[in-house]
């Protein structure tokens, strides 16, 4: 893989690792996903 190819498969675990940490909802379980959602569609725990 060349530099370009590194860097960008690291970017991408860096983002995917930062939507986790940032976006929790995002990756819910399934008993989370199964509770009512509040309307606003944000986190209700923060």
């Keep these: 893989m060349d530099r370009a190819?590194?860097?960008r498969a690291a970017d991408f675990r860096?983002?995917?690792f930062l939507v986790h940490i940032?976006?929790?909802e995002l990756h819910?379980?399934?008993a989370e996903r199964?509770?009512?959602v509040n309307p606003a569609?944000?986190?209700t725990t923060s």
Aim: proline share 11%; hydrophobic share 20%.
């Design 5 to 7: 190819g590194v860097v």
């Design 14 to 16: 860096l983002q995917s």
């Design 22 to 24: 940032l976006y929790p």
């Design 28 to 30: 819910q379980t399934d």
């Design 34 to 36: 199964h509770q009512p």
């Design 41 to 43: 569609g944000t986190s």
